[in-house]
């Protein structure tokens, strides 16, 4: 039953997904960094400056109107963290089945007997 679960896990398809997943899950909080980290407070300053708002170096000073450059760097770095450990994950796997299809590729050549040896010899030589 390990054994295969083991050849479900690795076949291309799931693996595929996985990476797929785990991903998407990471460039999403890189969207959502800049989106809430960047743009937003680009937007939101103007914004407030011309409803003329009151008080609004206490708004960055609460961090709402800040522009937070180090999340979204932060994002970004996780992302290509995840993406690097990703990909030595599937090389090592890679490199595994690899060698094992090699080692299932190169089967002995089976002993003849004495008997077979005679016998292929006298099938090649009434081929000929």
Do not use: W, Y
């Amino acid at each position: 039953m390990i054994q295969e679960f083991k050849t479900f896990i690795l076949r291309g398809n799931v693996m595929d997904l996985a990476i797929g997943v785990i991903i998407g899950a990471t460039f999403s909080s890189i969207v959502t960094s800049l989106i809430t980290d960047v743009i937003t407070p680009l937007i939101l300053s103007p914004a407030m400056e011309l409803a003329h708002v009151k008080d609004l170096e206490q708004l960055r000073l609460g961090g709402s109107g800040a522009i937070k450059i180090g999340k979204f760097l932060a994002a970004i770095i996780n992302f290509i963290l995840t993406a690097f450990i990703l990909f030595l994950i599937i090389k090592g796997i890679n490199k595994t089945t690899k060698k094992k299809k090699e080692d299932e590729a190169v089967a002995p050549t089976p002993i003849l007997s004495n008997e077979e040896i005679l016998l292929t010899e006298i099938r090649d030589l009434l081929k000929k």
